[in-house]
């Protein structure tokens, strides 16, 4: 399990995404077996720092973000101290925001995974996302 927490502030979001990248790189999640589940997870970070950052910063000094790696699957999730739990509403086309938890819940659901939202024990919440690795080739055989 690897964790990094940031101060909620804007800086946070490519400071994050970019600490995410770098470890799935690390673990050898590179290349275009692995492009959709790398695409996917940064989007979901971006998405769920960003909704920290322009929603619970004011209740929240900081935001976490988790990553876990096994199992067949890559785990992200998000924790703030904010106890408004969001839903994943549809918006309308002409707003400019209030997308990005639909955003996450639709690649985790496309991709086969999942989502949700937990409280936490301090009365704050996590929002998290698993999206599935690919399968492992099979050796060639002669």
Do not use: F
Not at 7 to 26: F, N, T, Y
Not at 27 to 50: F, H, K, P
């Amino acid at each position: 399990m690897w964790r990094l927490a940031a101060a909620a502030h804007e800086s946070a979001v490519p400071r994050i995404r970019h600490a995410v990248r770098d470890l799935l790189r690390a673990r050898g999640l590179v290349g275009e077996r692995y492009a959709d589940v790398t695409d996917g997870v940064l989007l979901i970070v971006s998405e769920l720092v960003t909704n920290v950052v322009a929603h619970a910063a004011l209740l929240t000094p900081e935001v976490v973000c988790e990553l876990a790696i096994g199992g067949g699957q890559v785990r992200v999730a998000v924790e703030d101290g904010h106890p408004h739990r969001p839903k994943a509403v549809q918006s309308d086309e002409e707003q400019t925001g209030g997308r990005g938890l639909m955003l996450v819940k639709s690649i985790s659901l496309a991709s086969g995974g999942s989502c949700d939202v937990e409280r936490t024990g301090s009365g704050g919440k996590v929002i998290w996302a698993s999206l599935p690795l690919p399968a492992p080739r099979e050796a060639d055989g002669d």
